[in-house]
Protein backbone atom coordinates (compact mmCIF):
# COMPACT_ATOMS: atom_id res chain seq x y z
CA UNK A 1 0.00 0.00 0.00
CA UNK A 2 1.44 3.26 -1.19
CA UNK A 3 2.51 5.54 2.34
CA UNK A 4 -0.59 8.25 1.63
CA UNK A 5 -3.49 6.01 1.11
CA UNK A 6 -2.35 3.72 4.53
CA UNK A 7 -2.37 7.43 5.97
CA UNK A 8 -5.31 8.36 4.32
CA UNK A 9 -7.34 4.86 5.66
CA UNK A 10 -5.76 3.97 8.48
CA UNK A 11 -8.68 3.33 11.05
CA UNK A 12 -8.22 2.21 15.00
CA UNK A 13 -8.75 -1.78 15.34
CA UNK A 14 -10.43 -2.84 18.54
CA UNK A 15 -11.37 -6.73 17.65
CA UNK A 16 -9.04 -8.81 16.38
CA UNK A 17 -9.33 -12.86 14.44
CA UNK A 18 -8.00 -15.31 16.51
CA UNK A 19 -4.76 -15.62 13.62
CA UNK A 20 -1.56 -15.20 14.69
CA UNK A 21 0.82 -12.14 12.72
CA UNK A 22 3.58 -13.71 10.69
CA UNK A 23 6.82 -13.41 12.17
CA UNK A 24 8.19 -11.42 8.87
CA UNK A 25 5.05 -8.95 9.65
CA UNK A 26 5.67 -8.98 13.37
CA UNK A 27 9.65 -8.23 12.38
CA UNK A 28 8.61 -5.57 9.97
CA UNK A 29 6.64 -3.43 12.16
CA UNK A 30 9.03 -3.64 15.15
CA UNK A 31 11.52 -2.79 12.39
CA UNK A 32 9.37 0.41 10.96
CA UNK A 33 9.41 2.02 14.61
CA UNK A 34 13.18 1.52 15.39
CA UNK A 35 14.17 2.87 11.88
CA UNK A 36 11.52 6.19 12.95
CA UNK A 37 13.50 9.24 13.16
CA UNK A 38 14.34 10.97 16.59
CA UNK A 39 15.36 14.00 17.68
CA UNK A 40 19.60 14.13 17.93
CA UNK A 41 18.80 10.81 16.70
CA UNK A 42 18.74 9.44 20.63
CA UNK A 43 16.03 6.40 19.81
CA UNK A 44 15.00 6.75 23.08
CA UNK A 45 12.16 4.06 22.81
CA UNK A 46 12.85 -0.28 23.47
CA UNK A 47 9.79 -2.38 21.94
CA UNK A 48 8.51 -5.05 23.83
CA UNK A 49 7.08 -7.90 21.46
CA UNK A 50 4.18 -9.82 23.01
CA UNK A 51 3.03 -12.79 21.91
CA UNK A 52 2.19 -14.91 25.10
CA UNK A 53 -1.43 -15.41 25.60
CA UNK A 54 -1.51 -15.01 29.16
CA UNK A 55 0.91 -12.36 28.96
CA UNK A 56 -1.70 -10.41 26.42
CA UNK A 57 -4.56 -11.34 28.77
CA UNK A 58 -2.72 -9.49 31.85
CA UNK A 59 -2.22 -6.69 30.06
CA UNK A 60 -5.63 -6.48 28.82
CA UNK A 61 -6.89 -6.70 32.24
CA UNK A 62 -4.12 -4.24 33.54
CA UNK A 63 -4.91 -1.27 30.59
CA UNK A 64 -8.28 0.10 31.42
CA UNK A 65 -8.60 1.94 28.10
CA UNK A 66 -7.87 -1.04 26.00
CA UNK A 67 -9.42 -4.27 27.40
CA UNK A 68 -9.31 -5.85 24.00
CA UNK A 69 -5.42 -5.72 24.28
CA UNK A 70 -6.15 -9.76 26.03
CA UNK A 71 -7.90 -10.61 22.32
CA UNK A 72 -4.93 -9.92 20.34
CA UNK A 73 -2.92 -12.32 18.89
CA UNK A 74 0.59 -9.63 19.18
CA UNK A 75 1.12 -6.41 21.20
CA UNK A 76 4.41 -3.93 21.19
CA UNK A 77 4.68 -2.18 24.40
CA UNK A 78 6.43 0.73 24.32
CA UNK A 79 8.74 1.77 26.88
CA UNK A 80 11.20 5.21 27.01
CA UNK A 81 14.14 6.46 28.67
CA UNK A 82 13.42 9.31 30.33
CA UNK A 83 14.62 12.48 27.98
CA UNK A 84 12.98 15.71 26.91
CA UNK A 85 11.79 13.95 23.21
CA UNK A 86 11.01 10.53 24.80
CA UNK A 87 7.12 10.65 24.57
CA UNK A 88 7.40 12.43 20.83
CA UNK A 89 10.32 10.37 19.81
CA UNK A 90 8.16 7.13 20.75
CA UNK A 91 4.96 8.43 19.57
CA UNK A 92 6.13 8.95 16.01
CA UNK A 93 8.00 5.76 16.20
CA UNK A 94 4.16 3.80 17.51
CA UNK A 95 2.47 6.19 14.83
CA UNK A 96 4.95 4.35 12.18
CA UNK A 97 4.58 1.12 13.37
CA UNK A 98 0.69 1.20 13.24
CA UNK A 99 1.27 2.43 9.37
CA UNK A 100 3.28 -0.52 8.26
CA UNK A 101 1.04 -2.75 9.92
CA UNK A 102 -1.82 -0.72 7.77
CA UNK A 103 -0.43 -1.52 5.17
CA UNK A 104 -0.45 -5.49 5.76
CA UNK A 105 -3.86 -5.65 6.70
CA UNK A 106 -2.88 -5.79 10.26
CA UNK A 107 -5.15 -3.50 12.10
CA UNK A 108 -3.82 -1.77 16.15
CA UNK A 109 -5.05 1.25 18.17
CA UNK A 110 -2.80 2.70 20.71
CA UNK A 111 -3.74 1.65 24.34
CA UNK A 112 -2.13 3.78 27.24
CA UNK A 113 -3.09 6.58 29.85
CA UNK A 114 -3.91 4.07 33.06
CA UNK A 115 -2.58 0.88 34.33
CA UNK A 116 0.37 0.96 32.44
CA UNK A 117 3.00 1.06 35.55
CA UNK A 118 1.16 -2.17 36.58
CA UNK A 119 2.42 -3.75 33.56
CA UNK A 120 5.65 -2.80 34.27
CA UNK A 121 6.47 -6.24 36.78
CA UNK A 122 4.57 -8.57 34.24
CA UNK A 123 7.24 -7.35 31.53
CA UNK A 124 10.31 -6.84 33.98
CA UNK A 125 10.56 -3.36 32.57
CA UNK A 126 13.54 -1.27 34.59
CA UNK A 127 12.59 1.62 36.90
CA UNK A 128 14.75 3.70 34.85
CA UNK A 129 12.23 3.71 31.68
CA UNK A 130 8.80 5.22 31.37
CA UNK A 131 5.79 2.78 29.83
CA UNK A 132 4.32 4.96 27.43
CA UNK A 133 1.68 2.80 25.14
CA UNK A 134 0.55 -0.87 24.29
CA UNK A 135 0.23 -1.66 21.07
CA UNK A 136 -2.15 -4.71 20.05
CA UNK A 137 -1.91 -6.01 16.59
CA UNK A 138 -4.57 -8.39 14.75
CA UNK A 139 -7.04 -8.90 11.68
CA UNK A 140 -9.43 -7.11 11.95
CA UNK A 141 -12.70 -9.40 12.84
CA UNK A 142 -14.55 -7.59 10.37
CA UNK A 143 -14.46 -5.66 7.26
CA UNK A 144 -13.46 -1.80 8.25
CA UNK A 145 -14.05 1.12 6.59
CA UNK A 146 -10.62 2.23 4.98
CA UNK A 147 -10.97 5.59 4.94
CA UNK A 148 -14.58 6.31 6.31
CA UNK A 149 -13.02 8.83 9.08
CA UNK A 150 -15.13 11.83 10.28
CA UNK A 151 -12.32 14.47 10.50
CA UNK A 152 -12.37 18.70 9.97
CA UNK A 153 -11.80 19.99 6.80
CA UNK A 154 -8.34 20.94 5.80
CA UNK A 155 -10.11 24.49 5.64
CA UNK A 156 -10.51 24.38 9.18
CA UNK A 157 -7.55 23.20 10.32
CA UNK A 158 -4.93 24.10 7.91
CA UNK A 159 -3.33 28.10 7.76
CA UNK A 160 -1.38 30.04 4.94
CA UNK A 161 1.07 32.12 6.08
CA UNK A 162 -0.94 33.14 9.24
CA UNK A 163 -3.45 31.86 11.32
CA UNK A 164 -7.18 32.32 9.98
CA UNK A 165 -5.81 32.62 6.54
CA UNK A 166 -7.67 28.92 5.13
CA UNK A 167 -5.20 27.34 3.40
CA UNK A 168 -7.52 26.71 -0.27
Known amino acids: ?13 RSYQDKPVPDAVARRIVEAGRLTGSAMNAQPWHFIVVRERETLRRLGALASSGPY ?14 SRFAVSDASRAIQSMMLAAWADGVGSNWVGFGGLEQARAVLDVPAGLDLLAIVPFGYPTRAVGRGQKQRKSLREVAHLERFGQPLE
Do not use: G
Not at 5 to 10: D, G, K, Q
Not at 73 to 81: I, K, M, Q, Y
Open 69 to 82: VAHAPLAVVVATSK
Open 1 to 13: MEAFEAIRTLLAV
